[in-house]
């Protein structure tokens, strides 16, 4: 963070020096282009729609590489130690999430219904709501909820790079321990940021295994987000010396076990939903499944389900890099399509009807993640490529790390 | 497999240093074999048989006066039968996640607590079947619960989660069964090989069913035991999940929530664990097995349980939250009646109990000490008892029209029952221990150094 040393041991390869470039130029045009757009148009509701969507795909998989993050170093294992500085790379680049954050605030009006006074004003419940979410309050949240993932990100990133320098036990038990509180404070400042940012966008509807489908989620994206990482850096040294198939093996184990229990928590939402069958909540179903909507909904099963299910039972395919990041590749795909399920159909009066899909919710989006892309690239690119004094180094790389 | 391991990470070992194959067989069939029947064991035994009389005297009452000598009434039509049925059954999820679970997940310290954990698992579940059929009203009819052509025409609702249930736990009996049997079945030859009496051989043969040992039959009992443990590991999910599909599919307050699920499927592992521990603090201390249950097996499960603690916490955290976010006035008032009701002091007992007193588990020492997990287990299941009580009671007695609210009082019938079923699963539990190995003796060899240099040398 502080001093980049002129020579690092394990550097990152410099293919990836180009991968950062490009995604920059992505990022900046793709959100350029559609912020003209918004402004020429006159669609700040689209833009701002797209923009949640966009944003709240790539935090999700930020904060998922922070709990996993995390759990590695409550549970060890040796595909933690492969895919750790990954993982650091995305928990650091949280302050950048932060401030584009900002235009969130701007967009509150735009979709948001309980931002408006004249909605509310018949409804008793509805008032009660709109005093919890009040701009105010929301964006007062929020900045807790940053301060907390950032404040989680540094200590953790600060005690690495001091671990990497000095190699003392100490800091490992430390990280260790402030891992299990980290995860507890990752949950409940999930779980309360998911009323706020998504499912407030139906005010009068909740359902309380909605933040858990969403913290399935952002850990799915952060492991196959992961997956995919590592099959790119293991294509050149220094990491081709050092992944070996046990440890994708694991990844895939893991994304596996995700994507089970996203289906779990999202299969129990619907049928204890569609069996109450209560007016408060089937409204949210309703609007998905009896508009075009539906395909997207069929779309999920298939993809977000069943296609990975199926492949990632192999073990064979669990083994092999190259195709166990295909899947991962689709995983990270399908969390999109699974935010759009969610966002999309819920926003202001007249999108409410047939499946109005907006050529900005796939530019913003796009947008976003090239310019998250080169932060990440960025932030990867600042540290040796594994962690120098982690006590699982020897067991599998196979020799004491080459200092430099 | 583990025990480099246990140097470097400085952990306590999963088996204690200085045993052989031989002594690690010894020890475990003595305790069957050529133990004497201590008094302990007899006084134990008694207690649960006597219990046990008493379960079948207010059952044979029950049977013979009706299902109105319990405390259940309208509106509270579920009571202690549904309360316990619950209980138990989640009780035995624990067994099903160390045997399966952490089986394919290559967890050896699995190894010397799944037998007696699987056993706890089959006689929970016996226990938690005897509820719904008694509370059928007329339990000799309770094939009608069966989908089977007849002339009555009768036909089970499927949309009924009840039924689900049947499927559900009678699924779940068989596999536990089958896998528990299967894995004894090397043991039991190695039993019937060592046991003097005519009589032991004779049992333990039949029983082994052929056993040998050779290659072959290995490699089959490898596959079979494998395949098993796949089967049985959506059980772990499944069988609560239809459970708690039994209350939230309605749409009685406090019953009806979509997070219910995952919490029942936690809170259920996080009352197993707590009985395996209460189980196997005594069995170490009783029969000196402190070398084979070491303090890593008991940390471990400490951990767990802290983990599917707080994953309940979260669950009554979110269901108030979201009485209080969407301001239901039914949710808002259940919530209510349930903190200022005329259950409270059940309610903020549960509260103690099932999320305070657990959080000690967040400290090493705790985690170390005996003593302290006995306790804090004793009071888990106490807790995880009272939140049924809660979910079933006070979500019934007070719904949507005050002029059928009512309360529910357990009457001495109701307490027999259950206090009955828990002396039945002790006697079953001490008959176990004593005819039975109750840590699995091949795979207790598995963990020795000497495998290890057998394994590599393949």
Request: charge should be positive; glycine fraction near 6%; proline fraction near 6%.
């Amino acid at each position: 963070m502080s001093y980049a040393p002129v020579t690092l041991p394990y550097p990152a390869p410099p293919a990836l020096a180009r991968i950062q470039r490009r995604s920059l130029v992505i990022g900046v045009v793709f959100l350029a282009g559609a912020v003209i757009a918004a402004i020429v148009e006159h669609s700040p509701a689209q833009f701002f729609r797209s923009y949640l969507l966009g944003y709240v795909w790539w935090v999700g998989i930020t904060l998922g590489c922070l709990a996993v993050l995390m759990m590695q170093h409550l549970a060890g294992g040796l595909w933690g130690f492969v895919i750790r500085r990954p993982l650091e790379a995305a928990a650091r680049i949280l302050p950048l999430l932060a401030v584009m954050f900002v235009p969130l605030i701007f967009g509150i009006p735009y979709i948001y219904l309980w931002d408006h006074r004249e909605l509310v004003l018949h409804d008793a419940k509805l008032q009660h709501q709109a005093q919890y979410l009040a701009a105010p309050w929301f964006i007062a949240r929020g900045a807790l909820y940053f301060l907390a993932w950032i404040l989680m990100a540094y200590l953790l990133n600060r005690w690495s790079a001091a671990q990497d320098a000095s190699g003392d036990p100490v800091l490992r038990r430390r990280m260790q321990t402030f891992s299990g509180p980290g995860l507890v404070i990752y949950a409940l400042t999930v779980t309360f940021a998911s009323f706020d940012w998504l499912m407030s966008l139906d005010p009068q509807w909740g359902s309380t295994v909605y933040p858990l489908i969403l913290i399935a989620g952002q850990m799915l994206a952060a492991l196959s987000f992961c997956a995919a990482i590592l099959f790119l850096l293991a294509q050149h040294k220094p990491m081709s010396d050092i992944v070996q198939e046990k440890h994708v093996h694991s990844l895939g184990k893991m994304m596996l076990a995700f994507v089970m229990l996203w289906a779990y928590t999202s299969y129990s939402q619907l049928v204890i939903i569609w069996a109450g069958n209560l007016p408060g909540e089937i409204s949210w179903y309703l609007r998905r499944l009896n508009t075009g909507w539906k395909y997207v909904a069929l779309a999920l099963v298939v993809f977000h389900f069943a296609v990975p299910f199926a492949l990632l039972l192999s073990r064979d395919l669990k083994r092999n890099a190259r195709r166990l990041a295909r899947v991962a590749m689709l995983l990270v795909l399908v969390r999109y399509l699974d935010l759009l399920f969610w966002i999309a159909p819920n926003s202001l009066p007249g999108f409410e009807h047939g499946m109005p899909f907006h050529w900005m919710d796939i530019a913003v989006p796009a947008g976003i993640g090239g310019i998250w892309m080169a932060a990440f690239v960025w932030a990867l690119r600042q540290r040796p490529l594994v962690p120098l004094h982690d006590q699982r180094f020897e067991e599998v790389v196979g020799h004491a790390p080459e200092t430099a | 497999m583990s025990n480099p391991q246990d140097t470097r990470t400085g952990k306590a070992p999963v088996l204690a240093p200085g045993h052989t194959f031989a002594t690690v067989t010894d020890k475990i069939s003595a305790i069957v074999l050529s133990r004497r029947t201590t008094l302990g064991w007899v006084v134990g035994f008694g207690v649960g048989l006597l219990l046990t009389m008493l379960l079948l005297a207010a059952v044979s009452y029950l049977l013979v006066k009706g299902v109105g000598i319990w405390g259940i009434d309208i509106p509270v039509a579920w009571g202690f039968a549904i309360v316990n049925f619950v209980w138990w059954i989640g009780i035995g999820h624990a067994g099903t996640l160390i045997s399966a679970i952490l089986l394919l997940l290559n967890q050896p310290w699995r190894n010397s607590i799944n037998r007696f954990a699987e056993a706890m698992t089959l006689f929970a579940v016996m226990c938690a079947g005897m509820f719904p059929l008694l509370h059928l009203g007329r339990p000799w009819l309770f094939y009608w619960l069966f989908p089977y052509p007849n002339t009555m025409q009768v036909w089970p609702q499927f949309r009924s989660p009840l039924v689900w249930d049947v499927f559900a736990v009678s699924t779940y009996f068989t596999v536990s069964f089958l896998f528990w049997f299967v894995g004894l079945i090397p043991d039991l030859g190695t039993l019937r090989d060592r046991a003097h009496s005519r009589l032991a051989r004779g049992a333990y043969g039949f029983l082994a069913m052929g056993w040998r040992g050779s290659a072959r039959h290995w490699k089959n009992y490898e596959s079979a035991y494998l395949l098993l443990a796949g089967l049985a590991t959506p059980l772990v999910v499944s069988v609560h999940t239809v459970v708690s599909f039994d209350f939230a599919i309605s749409i009685v307050p406090g019953w009806h929530t979509t997070i219910f699920p995952p919490y029942f499927v936690a809170g259920a592992i996080y009352s197993g664990f707590a009985m395996v521990l209460v189980i196997a603090i005594p069995i170490r201390k009783f029969y000196s097995l402190g070398d084979m249950i070491t303090m890593r097996h008991l940390e471990n499960c400490a951990k767990i349980m802290l983990v599917t603690g707080l994953i309940v916490a979260y669950g009554y955290l979110m269901e108030h939250f979201m009485a209080w976010y969407r301001s239901d006035e039914f949710d808002a008032f259940m919530v209510h009646n349930r903190m200022h009701g005329p259950y409270a002091p059940l309610y903020w007992a549960l509260i103690v109990t099932n999320i305070l007193v657990p959080q000690a588990l967040w400290s090493r020492r705790v985690r170390q000490n005996v003593g302290a997990l006995f306790g804090v287990s004793i009071i888990v299941l106490i807790g995880m008892w009272l939140e049924r009580f809660i979910i079933v009671v006070t979500s019934l007695h007070r719904d949507f029209l005050t002029s059928s609210w009512g309360m529910y009082y357990p009457t001495k019938w109701d307490w027999f029952t259950f206090v009955g079923t828990i002396g039945f699963f002790a006697m079953a539990m001490y008959l176990f221990i004593r005819f039975l190995p109750m840590i699995s003796i091949f795979e207790m060899r598995t963990l020795l150094p000497e495998a290890e240099v057998e394994a590599e040398a393949k």
